[in-house]
C-alpha cells in the first residue's frame, strides 16, 4: 500500500536550517508529483511546495527564496530544504501525493518544525 513517511523535523532558532525527508512506498514514485504541505495551529494546511515528475518545482509566494524542494527517484525520497527559518514556519509538514490511477489524495503522518528561540 502507498506509504509516506516524512522525518527531520525539529527545534530551530531563527535563522537557521532543517532538512526535510520523505520516504514514499507503494506506487511508481518517479511518475508522480510530490508535494510538502505545512498546518500551524489553529491554521488551515498550506502547501508549500510541488515537484513534479520530471522535477519542475513551484512555491508558495512566502517560501520562496528560502525552500527548495528536490526529489532523488532512485531512493524514493522527497527533501525539503528550509533556510532563513522564522517562527512563522513553525508548523507540521506533511509528505503528500495524489495518484490519478486511485483518485485519491495520500499523506505522511507529519513532522514538527519549530522555529524558537
Known amino acids: 500500500q502507498v506509504q509516506l513517511v516524512e522525518s527531520g523535523g525539529g527545534l530551530v532558532q531563527p535563522g537557521g536550517s532543517l532538512r526535510l525527508s520523505c520516504a514514499a512506498s507503494g506506487f511508481t514514485f518517479s511518475t508522480y508529483a510530490m508535494r510538502w504541505y505545512r498546518q500551524a495551529p489553529g491554521k488551515e494546511r498550506e502547501l508549500v511546495a510541488t515537484?513534479?515528475?520530471?522535477?519542475?518545482?513551484n512555491y508558495a509566494d512566502s517560501m520562496k527564496g528560502r525552500f527548495t524542494i528536490s526529489r532523488d527517484n532512485a531512493k524514493n525520497m522527497v527533501y525539503l530544504q528550509m533556510n532563513s527559518l522564522k517562527p512563522e514556519d513553525t508548523a507540521m509538514y506533511y509528505c503528500n501525493t495524489y495518484l490519478s490511477r486511485t483518485g485519491d489524495n495520500y499523506w505522511g503522518p507529519g513532522t514538527q518544525v519549530t522555529v524558537s528561540s
Open positions: 515537484i513534479s515528475a520530471g522535477g519542475s518545482t
